[in-house]
């Protein structure tokens, strides 16, 4: 578990671009997902699922 201060989120704004750069540098595999700030959690992202998703834009 990581400590607040210390947590990477995403915001639900961003797009997927700008999200590959988040998660390749934070090495985390969860990120919760927020709605403007971080008291509003809307769910949480899997950086494995993210991945899989890029790999089939790619092909």
Partial sequence: MVARAQMVTVDSSQTLDELLPVIIESAHSRFPV??????????????????????????
């Avoid at 769910?43 to 998703?53: E, H, P, T």
């Fill in 34 to 59: 927020t709605g403007g700030d971080r008291d509003t959690v809307l769910g949480i992202l899997l950086a494995k699922d993210l991945f899989a998703i890029f790999v089939k834009m790619a092909t």
